[in-house]
């Protein structure tokens, strides 16, 4: 296939260009050392299973199925723990079956782990009672304790995150093939919590009507004999995480036997963010020749010339299930930002070296994305004592408004994207839990932005099942 062609660009090629939220290491041979540590080690993925997701993207593209991508904000190397990362998995498959179910459509699992340790900071530096320290960059780079001493870049952190990234997704393919999603253990199908008495009386009714019917359907398959659980539950979860450190990316970014390219084998799918998807810059640069399907962050500033741009030199070759458009405007900027740019992708002219498709012809306008909402982003709030949160009610209301616009403007919204942990945190505000604002110290865990909990993150997909499903009958 043509676009296989990646005209002057190597692994490291990004060198060449200014990298935004790039980390300042003080000692060279030690990141050399951490490098080469990393460049020996063997892949945590496999391009076969990155051309799977590519082809499921392709798939959620046309309106065939949906993506649901969730975790933790900054993912901790503590946390790299049995009951941890068997909660995370509980949630996402229960979301994902409350998606199914309403949407009657498949869903792309992805989650933000087994490699998301690297963080952008609006600020380089943090300030505590007149102490000045780096900023926390995430587990990949500096430890979050404010001492001068854990705030040091440590490149042999690179070398941490990534045995940790491997030990996190053994126990994650082990758990999936160890039956984990099997129907057989009823405490992952259980979604009873929506029995919670501060929900609208209304609502309740509507949602304990869904979890009935999704019960009895649960069931159904069940009787239908094992070769048909077989299929509903094979459970297949892809990784995803912030291409941010491009040290770490560009390391394990490799050639493959029989294949075309070269893929980033740390994750299925990396995305580059807001803060760094500079035309010019070395994130694009470096994204710009993976053979992986990409995330690309889009704000509410985003102009529908810049986008197009970026997907002209990120997808010359328009190649189905290669960029994934996740958007994060807010629900205050989402109705003005949002349509310019739907349209923009929409009517653009065909890609630059746009080629015809067997069964599809040359597009005669027009990119293939996939459009995914981030309801998390554009929606951060800091309290009267400077904790930082987000409302339950504007996320519901930003994925609300991002369905309407997709639907005015006769594009899709073909998936969501969330930091959620399954564990009991009150870092965001409302939700059938009730969280307030004086609850959020009870249990605030996260070391850069609030996640749902494990009600909120369930509440949330029943919410999207209700919106964009037509009811669940
Ligand atoms: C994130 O997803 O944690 C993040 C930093 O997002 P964005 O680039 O959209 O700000
Ligand atoms: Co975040």
Redesign the pocket.
Same mark, same amino acid.
């Given at each position: 296939m043509p676009w296989r062609v990646e005209p002057e660009w190597s692994p490291e090629s990004w060198k060449q260009r200014i990298a935004a939220q790039q980390v300042l290491y003080p000692d060279r041979l030690a990141v050399d050392t951490a490098v080469e540590k990393l460049r020996s080690l063997p892949p945590l993925v496999t391009s076969g299973e990155v051309e799977k997701l590519k082809s499921l993207i392709a798939d959620a593209q046309e309106g065939h199925r949906f993506l649901l991508q969730g975790g933790d904000?900054?993912e901790a190397l503590a946390d790299c723990r049995a009951d941890v990362i068997a909660s995370k998995l509980k949630i996402l498959l229960q979301m994902s079956l409350v998606l199914v179910h309403g949407l009657r459509k498949p869903v792309i699992r992805v989650g933000?782990f087994a490699g998301q340790y690297a963080?952008?900071r609006s600020s380089l530096t943090e300030t505590r009672d007149g102490l000045t320290l780096p900023s926390y960059f995430g587990d990949l780079v500096n430890r979050v304790d404010f001492e001068a001493e854990a705030r040091k870049p440590d490149p042999h952190l690179m070398v941490r995150g990534y045995q940790h990234a491997a030990m996190t997704l053994n126990f994650i393919r082990s758990l999936i093939d160890g039956g984990f999603a099997d129907l057989h253990h009823p405490e992952y199908w259980d979604l009873r919590f929506m029995e919670h008495a501060s929900l609208p009386e209304s609502l309740r009714a509507e949602y304990q009507t869904m979890t009935r019917q999704l019960s009895e359907a649960l069931r159904f398959m069940e009787l239908l004999g094992e070769k048909s659980v077989d299929d509903l539950t094979r459970v297949e979860f892809f990784t995803s995480h912030?291409g941010l450190n491009l040290l770490y990316e560009s390391a394990q970014t490799r050639r493959v036997p029989r294949r075309e390219g070269f893929y980033n084998l740390t994750t299925h799918l990396p995305?580059v963010?807001?803060?760094?998807r500079s035309l010019t810059g070395a994130h694009v640069e470096y994204f710009r020749g993976i053979r992986n399907p990409i995330g690309v962050?889009i704000?509410a500033k985003t102009t529908p010339a810049d986008l197009v741009a970026l997907l002209d030199v990120l997808n010359p070759w328009d190649e189905p299930g290669r960029i994934v458009l996740?958007h994060?405007m807010g629900a205050s900027g989402i109705a003005q930002a949002l349509p310019p740019l739907l349209r923009a992708v929409r009517d653009a002219a065909p890609a630059p070296s746009a080629v015809s498709e067997p069964g599809r012809g040359r597009p005669a306008q027009g990119r293939r994305v996939l459009w995914v909402c +981030?309801p998390?982003?554009g929606n951060s709030l800091t309290t009267a004592d400077g904790i930082k949160t987000r409302d339950f009610s504007q996320m519901i209301e930003e994925i609300e408004q991002a369905f309407d616009l997709h639907r005015q403007a006769g594009t899709i919204l073909g998936g969501v994207?969330f930091?959620l942990t399954g564990e009991d945190v009150t870092e965001c505000i409302g939700g059938a839990g009730g969280i307030r604002e004086a609850d959020l110290t009870t249990n605030y865990a996260s070391p850069? +932005?609030p996640r749902l909990n494990y009600h909120q993150a369930l509440e949330m997909a029943f919410v999207i099942a209700r919106k964009m499903g037509n009811g669940i009958a």
């Amino acid at each position: 296939m043509p676009w296989r062609v990646e005209p002057e660009w190597s692994p490291e090629s990004w060198k060449q260009r200014i990298a935004a939220q790039q980390v300042l290491y003080p000692d060279r041979l030690a990141v050399d050392t951490a490098v080469e540590k990393l460049r020996s080690l063997p892949p945590l993925v496999t391009s076969g299973e990155v051309e799977k997701l590519k082809s499921l993207i392709a798939d959620a593209q046309e309106g065939h199925r949906f993506l649901l991508q969730g975790g933790d904000c900054a993912e901790a190397l503590a946390d790299c723990r049995a009951d941890v990362i068997a909660s995370k998995l509980k949630i996402l498959l229960q979301m994902s079956l409350v998606l199914v179910h309403g949407l009657r459509k498949p869903v792309i699992r992805v989650g933000r782990f087994a490699g998301q340790y690297a963080k952008p900071r609006s600020s380089l530096t943090e300030t505590r009672d007149g102490l000045t320290l780096p900023s926390y960059f995430g587990d990949l780079v500096n430890r979050v304790d404010f001492e001068a001493e854990a705030r040091k870049p440590d490149p042999h952190l690179m070398v941490r995150g990534y045995q940790h990234a491997a030990m996190t997704l053994n126990f994650i393919r082990s758990l999936i093939d160890g039956g984990f999603a099997d129907l057989h253990h009823p405490e992952y199908w259980d979604l009873r919590f929506m029995e919670h008495a501060s929900l609208p009386e209304s609502l309740r009714a509507e949602y304990q009507t869904m979890t009935r019917q999704l019960s009895e359907a649960l069931r159904f398959m069940e009787l239908l004999g094992e070769k048909s659980v077989d299929d509903l539950t094979r459970v297949e979860f892809f990784t995803s995480h912030e291409g941010l450190n491009l040290l770490y990316e560009s390391a394990q970014t490799r050639r493959v036997p029989r294949r075309e390219g070269f893929y980033n084998l740390t994750t299925h799918l990396p995305w580059v963010g807001e803060r760094t998807r500079s035309l010019t810059g070395a994130h694009v640069e470096y994204f710009r020749g993976i053979r992986n399907p990409i995330g690309v962050k889009i704000g509410a500033k985003t102009t529908p010339a810049d986008l197009v741009a970026l997907l002209d030199v990120l997808n010359p070759w328009d190649e189905p299930g290669r960029i994934v458009l996740i958007h994060r405007m807010g629900a205050s900027g989402i109705a003005q930002a949002l349509p310019p740019l739907l349209r923009a992708v929409r009517d653009a002219a065909p890609a630059p070296s746009a080629v015809s498709e067997p069964g599809r012809g040359r597009p005669a306008q027009g990119r293939r994305v996939l459009w995914v909402c +981030d309801p998390m982003h554009g929606n951060s709030l800091t309290t009267a004592d400077g904790i930082k949160t987000r409302d339950f009610s504007q996320m519901i209301e930003e994925i609300e408004q991002a369905f309407d616009l997709h639907r005015q403007a006769g594009t899709i919204l073909g998936g969501v994207h969330f930091e959620l942990t399954g564990e009991d945190v009150t870092e965001c505000i409302g939700g059938a839990g009730g969280i307030r604002e004086a609850d959020l110290t009870t249990n605030y865990a996260s070391p850069c +932005d609030p996640r749902l909990n494990y009600h909120q993150a369930l509440e949330m997909a029943f919410v999207i099942a209700r919106k964009m499903g037509n009811g669940i009958a």
